[in-house]
């Protein structure tokens, strides 16, 4: 049974978390991975759940209800396969949420994991002085340190925090590419590059397919390279995919080891 329980709070989300509705203006809204995109497509969280779902190894943990290799994981993130994204969203959204801010507090006993935190500080106030004066010298103290915290990329403290930073419309790319070649496995992978619509650049030497035909030119020699330029394409979408299926099912995601 997983350690990990939800808080009757709302939680804050490094990236953007899913929405059903218009996204508050507060946040800038990710870009959308692909035309006509639902509100709860448009996170990476979303996209988390869905390569969890292409695991083959979690899916019998799934199917044997939490036993087997995958038990560990299945306790935090259950059965991804029982119900619709959103359903699972709102049973599990804490996995990827903040914990609650940390206020400034007296603190007269230090621990060793307190003193080695890198985001926090220990400060000396002299309590003679006036409150005011105290005020202004502790913000010219904080100042720079908190400029320089913003400056590093903002560490996550999360249950399972997002492993980097996410382009949304790739991870669906990679994934329409991985579906498509696992409902067709027969296919030429130049001919999966045109079932999940991967763009190449259809220019050879200055010239396309489409101006040879015009001028009535041989044109096979173009449309070969253009063909394996979409069969390197997928191949490189399917190795990215791969990896990133592999590693969701040890809990990080989107991590992949190469190219």
């Known amino acids: 049974m997983s350690k ?3 808080e009757n709070r ?30 709860w497509q448009c996170s990476v969280y979303y996209y988390w759940w869905e390569y ?19 038990a560990k994981l299945y306790a935090d993130f259950g059965d991804v396969h029982e119900s619709e994204f959103w359903e699972w969203w709102r049973r599990h959204d804490f996995l990827f949420g903040e914990p609650r801010t940390r206020h400034v507090e007296e603190v007269t006993n230090f621990s060793k994991q307190e003193l080695d935190d890198s985001n926090s500080v220990l400060i000396r106030v002299p309590l003679e002085n006036r409150l005011s004066h105290s005020t202004r ?23 399972y925090p997002v492993a980097t930073k996410p382009v949304l419309s790739s991870l669906h ?20 590059a045109d079932l999940a619509k991967v763009y190449v650049n259809t220019v050879v030497n200055g010239e396309t397919v489409a101006s040879l035909k015009r ?17 390197l394409s997928v191949q490189r979408h399917l190795r990215i995919a791969d990896q990133y299926i592999a590693n969701v099912a040890k809990g990080k995601f989107p991590l992949r080891d190469g190219r």
């Open 215 to 231: 001028l009535d030119l041989p044109f096979w020699d173009v449309e070969k390279v253009i063909r394996r330029r979409k069969q």
């Open 173 to 192: 790319q990679h994934l329409m590419v991985w579906d498509a070649k696992q409902a067709n496995p027969k296919m030429d992978d130049a001919d999966i």
């Open 137 to 159: 010298q502790f913000k010219r103290v904080l100042a720079p340190l908190v400029k320089e915290t913003y400056r590093r990329k903002t560490v996550s403290r999360a249950p």
């Open 52 to 70: 969890l779902r292409r695991h083959k190894g979690y899916r019998r943990t799934c199917e044997q209800g939490g036993k087997g290799r995958y």
């Open 10 to 39: 709302a939680y804050f989300f490094v990236y953007a978390p899913p929405l059903k509705g218009v996204r508050p203006s507060k946040r800038e809204a990710p870009q959308m991975p692909f035309r006509d995109a639902k509100p």
């Open 4 to 6: 990990l329980k939800r």
